[in-house]
């Protein structure tokens, strides 16, 4: 793990996200760039050269937010782009090659009802990097157990799993799996892929009628200090698809959470 990609908005959780990030990243010495997004509307007939003016503003909000944090002696990368979030991680990937994603989970809304607000929600869905969604407030700390949901043992991509075995071979963690037999199952759901097999510390299947509801009744169980989902067509935001912001009454989670993408290299 190389490179980790901070996201910055509004949030006045933004400080300890990034803090957050730099704290991991210097655990594990990888680089960390900080990305803010803006839009810039040209207005015809003006002299004013508003895409200057928000990319400096946009530069030094950054500086400020980074100068707030303890670097830890990184070398903290700064990144305004002129874009929507989505379009804009897309573009750092490619010129750089992101690893991981680490954000909060409300860049801008400040509703208390919302857990994953819009932009948020937007790439932990969208986009196809692993993404680490950090509570407001949370700490970093080595992690010591991780509960890993999924409805499928099928693995379909090879690299999905290469976050949580790099997590695995850097912080040797307990890592339990959580097989959720929701309605309309198979039998080659139930049949654990090798990749899994190789991670696995232990083994429960449950049967729910989400696999946000199996977390909820084995997660005092597990008290892990990371929850690690799937992002994929018949993984664990399957029926939240439809729309990027995310109710707490809907998925809500107070450690932080590891959304494996299936990334394609």
Not at 107 to 122: A, H, M, Q, R
Not at 127 to 143: Q, R
Not at 245 to 261: D, N, R, W
């Amino acid at each position: 793990m190389k490179n980790i990609l901070v996201p910055i908005g509004s949030s006045e959780n933004s400080i300890n996200t990034l803090q957050y990030a730099i704290d991991f990243a210097s655990t594990i010495g990888a680089n960390i760039y900080v990305l803010r997004a803006y839009k810039a509307f040209s207005k015809a007939g003006t002299m004013v050269d508003v895409d200057a003016i928000l990319e400096r503003e946009t530069n030094l909000y950054l500086k400020s937010v980074i100068n707030s944090t303890n670097r830890r002696g990184l070398d903290i990368k700064l990144i305004s782009a002129n874009s929507n979030v989505l379009d804009s991680i897309t573009s750092v990937d490619k010129k750089i090659g992101i690893d991981l994603i680490v954000m909060g989970p409300k860049s801008n809304s400040i509703k208390e009802e919302v857990f994953l607000g819009g932009t948020s929600g937007s790439v932990v869905k969208q986009s196809s990097i692993p993404a680490l969604i950090v509570p407001e407030g949370y700490v970093f700390k080595p992690f010591e157990s991780v509960l890993t949901a999924f409805k499928s043992g099928v693995v379909t991509e090879k690299n999905v799993l290469e976050p949580l075995q790099f997590l695995m071979k850097t912080f040797n963690p307990v890592v339990n799996l959580l097989l959720v037999k929701t309605p309309g199952y198979s039998d080659e759901d139930l049949v654990l892929d090798s990749q899994l097999e190789a991670v696995k510390s232990s083994l429960t299947v449950t049967e729910n009628a989400t696999t946000f509801q199996g977390v909820l009744e084995h997660f005092q169980a597990n008290n892990p200090d990371l929850l690690c989902v799937f992002r994929r067509k018949r993984g664990f935001f399957t029926k939240l698809w439809e729309k990027n912001t995310i109710l707490k009454k809907e998925f809500h989670c107070s450690i932080p959470l590891l959304v494996l993408g299936e990334k394609k290299k």
